[in-house]
């Protein structure tokens, strides 16, 4: 069955959408699972108040991307084919744990230099830099100019676990519903 992940308001599902296919392809795929039967481009393209071919291009994008399917039928009294369109919302989750699964490894490589490493920065926190770097510039921010000063790695920390946690507690809610 296909559940409604972007309807049901994810904000990782609508982020990953929003990078995937542009901004309008959240409004979209909300349109298409709220409906949960094939529409075609133009009834989409009312509904959004966009031009058909804007649509079609974030059609295109999604079904690149296997999150659309089509169906061609052909129109016996004008010759024309008609196209009639649906998501699957199963691969946006699928393609998003893919993605996600990166970006918690990234986040482990940090949290583990960070545990390691002394950072330093300064108080506006432009950047963060580990000792050899701060001590390059002589312990003045590359950006603002002012005193960097080593910062307590125990917090930084926590907030990349608490980040962890989150995109984790996400997943499995998304999980549950698919
Ligand atoms: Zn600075």
């Given at each position: ?5 972007i ?5 990782l599902?609508?982020?990953f959408l ?24 133009e ?14 291009t974030?059609?295109?994008r ?11 039928t ?22 998003l744990?893919?993605e996600?699964?990166?970006?918690i ?8 230099f ?11 926190n ?5 000792f ?8 003045k ?6 005193t960097?000063?080593?910062?307590n ?8 676990e ?17």
């Amino acid at each position: 069955m296909n559940k409604k992940i972007i309807a049901s308001g994810f904000p990782l599902a609508q982020n990953f959408l929003k990078k995937v296919a542009g901004d309008p392809s959240v409004q979209l795929v909300r349109i298409c699972e709220r409906k949960g039967k094939r529409t075609t481009d133009e009834e989409l393209a009312k509904k959004m108040k966009m031009k058909v071919t804007e649509v079609r291009t974030i059609l295109n994008r999604l079904h690149y991307r296997g999150i659309a399917h089509y169906q061609k039928t052909k129109n016996k009294k004008t010759g024309w084919y008609n196209y009639t369109w649906e998501i699957k919302s199963k691969r946006i989750l699928e393609l998003l744990l893919e993605e996600q699964k990166e970006a918690i490894e990234k986040l482990k490589t940090t949290q583990s230099f960070e545990k390691t490493y002394t950072y330093f920065t300064c108080k506006r926190n432009c950047t963060s830099v580990p000792f050899e770097v701060a001590a390059e510039f002589q312990f003045k921010c590359p950006e603002c100019n002012s005193t960097m000063e080593a910062t307590n790695s125990d917090q930084r920390v926590k907030k990349i676990e608490k980040q962890i946690t989150g995109i984790e507690r996400e997943i499995e809610t998304m999980a549950k519903i698919i």
